[in-house]
T-cell receptor, first 109, second 115 residues
Framework: DAKTTQPTSMDCAEGRAANLPCNHS???????VYWYRQIHSQGPQYIIH???NNETNEMASLIITEDRKSSTLILPHATLRDTAVYYC??????????FGQGTELSVKP | DAGVTQSPTHLIKTRGQQVTLRCSPK?????VSWYQQALGQGPQFIFQ???????QRGNFPDRFSGHQFPNYSSELNVNALLLGDSALYLC??????????????FGPGTRLLVL
């Protein structure tokens, strides 16, 4: 079973920041938080990952709480092309990724 | 860099037939994982190959088998196809470094329809 809990769906206005929450209260010390997204019928796309510290790359920012029990993926200026299912995954870099249901993000004009 | 590639993109088979799907990993990657994604569900791990050996396996029957070649490319074989095998089959590649599997990058998938 997935070790994360995410809202089923969210809406965001185009040009605004999209903040996608994820709860992972049972995360272990050696487990990373990974985010992928999947645009309809395509392969999942890697977005970002982190262990303890906040991370930023050209796609998004990842904010991890100090107790590491939750995190937020931030897309700073959402566009229509960001409409996708977003998966938050707790991963110990041991092998398999365990996907949950993800959050279906709809960016609206 | 072409990224992870998969072939074919789409495939239609009938029940009882056998199918082979192919994956070429991203340049520099040595590990290939296969996932099955049924409609409306998240991907589920089938198995993973490293150094031409099956390194890990998910909860899939023996009808699902695989192979990795010396150039790190991989095949997924499914025998005695069932209607329930209809799904998007995803390949992900990564690099094993000091016992840790780094970020997995996915290909576009092969859509299999079993009639």
């Amino acid at each position: 079973d997935a070790k994360t809990t995410q809202p089923t769906s969210m809406d965001c206005a185009e040009g605004r920041a999209a903040n996608l929450p994820c709860n992972h209260s049972t995360i272990s010390g050696n487990e990373y938080v990974y985010w992928y997204r999947q645009i309809h019928s395509q392969g999942p796309q890697y977005i970002i990952h982190g262990l303890k510290n906040n991370e930023t790359n050209e796609m998004a920012s990842l904010i991890i709480t100090e107790d590491r029990k939750s995190s937020t993926l931030i897309l700073p200026h959402a566009t229509l092309r960001d409409t996708a299912v977003y998966y938050c995954i707790v991963y110990n870099q041991g092998g398999k990724l365990i996907f949950g249901q993800g959050t279906e993000l709809s960016v609206k004009p | 860099d072409a990224g992870v590639t998969q072939s074919p993109t789409h495939l239609i088979k009938t029940r009882g037939q056998q199918v082979t799907l192919r994956c070429s990993p991203k340049s520099g990657h040595d590990t290939v994982s296969w996932y099955q994604q049924a409609l409306g569900q998240g991907p589920q791990f089938i198995f993973q190959y490293y150094e031409e050996e099956e390194r890990q396996r998910g909860n899939f029957p023996d009808r699902f088998s695989g192979h990795q070649f010396p150039n790190y490319s991989s095949e997924l074989n499914v025998n005695a196809l069932l209607l329930g095998d209809s799904a998007l089959y995803l390949c992900a590649s990564s690099q094993l470094f000091l016992g840790r599997l780094e970020t997995q990058y996915f290909g576009p998938g092969t859509r299999l329809l079993v009639l």
